[in-house]
């Protein structure tokens, strides 16, 4: 599986974008630990993995402690090693989302071949509220990821777009 890991962090200077490799990685602490390293000091640590064009996984840390984590599909788990290690422990469908219903969106027409908006089998797992206090809502953050034919980087630049730190990641990108 191929994999994108964009850190963007935030002190009193503004965001700040870098890409962080994680291959070599042991387990979810030493992630995080590599997102510290990005900057040691910022009030706010996010970390973006997009994984094959399929998956999303995004990683939260304030003033370098509360790792939060919220997963796109809770089948990337089982799709690699990577996944496994990010997402493997989250159990149970997503926390945040104050609507006692699961999110849905409809088919795009009445012919049964049209593929679903959402996928049936997604399972978004972990804490889809993780980025409320940044204008990114549970239930906005669960919309981009089911929206049909969002891919995760656009997921990620979308988010980005809203805390004002899109340039910065697009540039890791080489866009």
Request: proline share 3%; net charge negative; aromatic share 4%.
């Amino acid at each position: 599986m191929s994999y994108f890991a964009a850190a963007v962090v935030r002190d009193e200077g503004g965001w700040m974008a870098a890409e962080v490799n994680l291959r070599g990685a042991t387990d979810v602490d030493e992630v995080a630990d590599r997102l510290r390293d990005v900057e040691p000091d910022a009030d706010l640590s996010l970390l973006f993995v997009e994984a094959d064009d399929a998956y999303l996984v995004v990683l939260r840390l304030d003033e370098a402690e509360d790792l939060r984590i919220f997963g796109s599909d809770s089948a990337y788990a089982e799709e690699s090693r990577l996944g496994a290690l990010l997402v493997g422990d989250l159990k149970g469908s997503v926390t945040g989302f104050d609507d006692t219903e699961e999110p849905r969106s409809s088919a795009t027409g009445d012919d049964d071949n049209e593929q679903p908006a959402v996928d049936p089998e997604a399972d978004p797992v972990g804490d889809a509220d993780l980025l409320a206090d940044l204008g990114i809502s549970a239930q906005r953050l669960l919309a981009l990821c089911a929206h049909e034919g969002m891919l995760p980087a656009d997921v990620t630049a979308e988010v980005c777009q809203i805390l004002g730190c899109v340039d910065d990641v697009e540039e890791l990108r080489g866009v």
